[in-house]
């Protein structure tokens, strides 16, 4: 049995391997904050996929330190029937249950759409506040928690563990990072200037966990999300939390260690490479496993002192080896993993199962919260698995009366719709005008010369693999006419021919085109037959062709960036990539040349309004993307129920493809 798999004993808690749900903010209670039947489902959904433990995410302690709106909460004895509902889903798929529970902070505000009040969150009732005002994250204007708040929040805690306790979890596990008051508590720079008991930075965090081991014994474990690392110039850093915070910790007979690394308060980050945030949330072009070295370095400190603590290291674990790695020689003893959970909550159980080509490995796009943001008024969620969150509603029911479904289009929602069709227990055929399956998520990521680019091709995989699996009839190459699709004698018509490129009319452009001088953004990143564009190339769109312009000119390229927008917007589908792209067009010297208006091409030379001429080998046209839905007016009037589903609807992200397929595939 490989390490990951290997079950471990500490504190009495027989973990029965080493691969933890880490716990995020789910947004699905009901308005008080109590458990729901959305959240009982999610949680059961996680545990059955095969963790040694599942955490439930972050449970306030006290309704002023909430933020979000739908966040559990914990507040007096009337919640814990309610989450006895969660431990059960949790036990009865035999993981080991555990709670984290929170308290705001200075994070409360953040996300705000409004002006806030100082020291107000953007929730009612909610407050911001910290240590000091001297850093900020949720409010401009935090706000000072005298010593007596302090004192009244440790109670709190520790009667947010013995109402835990009493529901029946195993453990209890404290949100002491990414901002919480815990964490700024501890922090070098937000706990400052403070003159009673808490100028000593571990106190507030000691302190609650001695009461909850006076409420609940001390041989309830305590397994502590704390930050190991602020990663900001001025912040503590591994060594400090070695020498200092990682004995006391050890003295309070803590179970586990849950390590964390970086915060959210609004200060520099120490290093120039990566921002302190992204050892939090990483983001597409983040690296891999990206805590390693912080977790290796910790225990190797841990090993010198003589603390035998185990760890959890987690962040950017997005495919079986790199769980693999973290539990490697010199790192952690566990793998922390959420977002992989949320976009396939069953990747342990395939991974013990020799299922590992079967796992829906995370894209790591900007979509991955379509139902908006955890700080954003919306609930977690993921774009790759439209299921999670919808457990109840989505699960699948055998139809009584089967149709027959002809799907025109073998992008992302054409074969969610096709899978989802068949497995309710439709008869269903895909036509593919092209040789593969994946449509526009088939070229979306052949950037070689950019990182991490490679998961992008994870959902076609995914789903590539899953339509052999189901045994779908699968027509590739075959350009689908209505008279073709008639033919089928279909009782239900999918369009989901995605996207054409959307060209600007331009003197030339078709000439241009035959001759392979202009090429669009599609044929220029084609897997499979991709021109070479020569040494001078001009990517017209910036919106679109940013990364396409990186890729190019790491790839020795000269490129001009041309946009005719009087500034850079990214296209929508870009999300939370937006910032490393300003970041990688910097280092590449690429500038976005805006207010320049294509006027004419011709054979080697590209003309603008105005009269600029620039020469070049090829020009790429990222100029946006128009649907491509109109077949479905072939079928209307024919008795046939007609679906249009993601970009040959409105063109948006491979996200809302899927989650429409799923929907509408359960409307037949």
Known sequence: MERLFQPLTVKGLEFKNRIVHVPTTMNMSDPAGHCTPKIVAAYETLARGGYGATIVGATCVRHDGLINERMLGLYDDTY????????????????????????????????????????????????????????IIGNAHPGVISTEILESLVEDYAQGARRSKEAGFDFVSYHFCHGSLPHVMLSHLSNQG??????????FCEEIIQRTQELCGKDYPIIPRLCCDENLEGGYDIEYFAEHYAPRLHALGIAVLDCTFGSMLFAKSRRTDLASTEFIGPGFYTPKVVNLDNIRKLKALLVE????????????????????????DGAAEFAGVCRLSLDDPDFPNKMLWGQEDLIRKSTHTGASLLQGNIFGKGWAGSAQNPTFGRELEYRIVPTTHPRKVVVIGGGSGGMEYALTAQAIGHKVVLFEKHKTLGGVMDWAGNYPALPNMEMLRYQPDYHRAMMERAGIDVRLGVEATPDLVLAEKPDVVVIATGARAKLPPVAGLEAAQASGFALTIDQAMARDGAPDMGPAVVVYGASEGAELAVNLARQGKRVRLLDHNPAYVPANYIGSRAPYIQRLLAESQ?????????????????????????????????????????????????????????????PRSYGNAIHEAAYLARQI
């Open 590 to 650: 690429i500038t976005v040349e805006t207010g320049k208006t294509l006027a004419a091409v011709d054979g080697g030379t590209v003309t603008l309004d105005g009269g600029e001429t620039v020469a070049c080998d090829t020009i790429v046209l990222a100029t946006g993307r128009q649907a491509t839905g109109e077949i479905a007016h072939a079928f209307y009037g024919k008795g046939i129920q007609v679906q249009v589903v993601g970009d040959a609807r409105r």
């Open 80 to 135: 814990v029937i309610g989450l006895r509902d969660v431990v059960e889903v949790i036990k009865h798929n035999d993981n080991l249950a555990g709670i984290q529970l929170f308290y705001g902070g200075l994070i409360p505000g953040l996300g705000s759409t409004t002006p806030l009040e100082p020291g107000k969150g953007w929730i009612p009732g909610t407050v911001s506040w910290g240590p000091s005002d001297k850093y």
């Open 194 to 203: 403070r003159t009673d008991k808490y100028a000593d930075h571990f106190k």
């Open 305 to 328: 002192k003589g603390i035998d603590m185990p760890l959890i290291g987690s962040a950017n674990l997005i495919t079986p080896d790199h769980l693999r790695t973290m539990v490697g």
